[in-house]
C-alpha cells in the first residue's frame, strides 16, 4: 500500500471510463436456446449458482427462471449492466475491445476486493471458507464483495452473455494462488486480469481503489516475464503470443490539450506533468512510456528517474516522489499510474 504526502481523492475518479448508451442494448444472450432452470427445491443454492453460471458459460443458453428462484437476481444485476453499458452502435471491429473494456472496469470499479477472506483462505483457514460467494458469481452481482476467483468467474459469465469467448486460468501471481481470465479478442487470445488491475493504496489511514488497465489484453510471455509480481499458469488454454496494442492512438485530455498516451521521451513526459501543474484539479494520469533504449521495462523500474523528474514539474502537488516514497504503480510494458491530486 502507498502512503501518500496527502490529497483529497475524488470518487469520481475512481469511476469506470464507462458510458451509458443511447438506447436500451440488445444482449445476444436474449436471443439463445433457452433452458429453464428446474424448481428451488431441487438443488441447494451453492449448486444453484454453479447451475445458473454453467447454462450461460458452458452451455451458451438463456436461464428462463420460475417464481421467487433464489438465483434470478444474479442473472438480472449482470443483465441490467449490460443493457446500460454496451453499445449496439460501437463498430464490429471496436465491439469486443469495447465490451472488454467496459467489463473490465465495471468489475473493478463495483466489486470491493474481500482482503480479510482470501488472507484466512491463503493461511489453510476452515475448509468451507471455500463456498463464500466471494468465490463466485453472487458475491460479485449479489455482495458486491469477491476474490480473484469470483471476479475470474464473473468476467466469464459476462462476456458469455456476450458471445465473447472467454475462459477462467488458474496459477499464482506474486506467489500466490490466483485466477485470471483469457479472452478472444480480434481473433486472438490475450489474458485479462482484474484483480491485478485494481490499484489500492492508502492516505492518512484511510483506503482507496483506482483503475488500471496494465494487464487488460496482454500475452503469456509479458505476465510470465513481468517482476517482481509475475504470474505462473497452472493451466495455460489458448496461448496468447502477443499483446494488444492498447495504449496507441489514445488520448489524455488535461485542460483543452490532449497528449498521447504513448510517451516517447523525457521532453513529451515533461510536457505532461507541466500540463498538470496548470490544471486546479488533477487526479490519476495513466500513460505507457516508450523512451528510445529502455528495454528492460518488465524487469525493472526503468523510469524513476524520468519519472523523478516529470514529477518536479507539477506545483503544490499533493503526491511527490521522494527517496521513500512512491506515488506511482508499476505494470506491464512501461505502463504506470501516476497519483498527483492538487
Known sequence: MLCGCGGDVE??????????????????????????????????????????????VYDGKKPVFRTDDPVKPIYDAAHEFLEKYIHDDWTEASREVNTVHAIHDYLISGTDYDFELYQSYQAGA?????????????????????????????FNFLCAMEGIPSVRVTGSFASSLHAWNKV??????????????????SVGGKNYKQIAHGFMLVCDDTLKSFAPNGHDFVDTPFTADSDYDYYSGDFLK????????????????????????EQKTVGKIELKLDFAGKTQVN??????????????????????????????????NGVYLFLIYK
Open 299 to 332: 524487469s525493472t523500474d526503468m523510469y524513476r528517474q524520468e519519472i523523478r523528474a516529470a514529477y518536479s514539474k507539477v506545483d503544490n502537488v499533493g503526491f511527490k516522489i521522494t527517496d521513500g516514497n512512491s506515488p506511482y504503480f508499476r505494470f506491464p
Open 11 to 56: 470518487s469520481s475518479d475512481i469511476l469506470p471510463h464507462l458510458s451509458l448508451a443511447e438506447s436500451k442494448h440488445i444482449l445476444p444472450i436474449d436471443g439463445y436456446e433457452s433452458f429453464t432452470l428446474p424448481d428451488v427445491s431441487d438443488t441447494q443454492y451453492r449448486e444453484r449458482v454453479e447451475l445458473l453460471y454453467n447454462t450461460v
Open 184 to 201: 478472444k479478442v480480434g481473433g486472438e487470445w490475450y489474458n485479462v486480469d482484474v484483480t491485478a488491475d485494481a490499484v489500492h493504496y
Open 126 to 154: 476452515d475448509i468451507s471458507l471455500a463456498d463464500d460467494p466471494a468465490f463466485y458469481i453472487d458475491g460479485v452481482f449479489v455482495g458486491g464483495k469477491a476474490v480473484c476467483d469470483g471476479l475470474a468467474r464473473a
Open 254 to 277: 488535461i485542460g483543452d490539450r490532449l497528449y498521447p498516451r504513448v510517451v516517447k521521451s523525457q521532453a513529451e513526459l515533461d510536457a505532461i506533468f507541466s500540463a498538470v501543474s
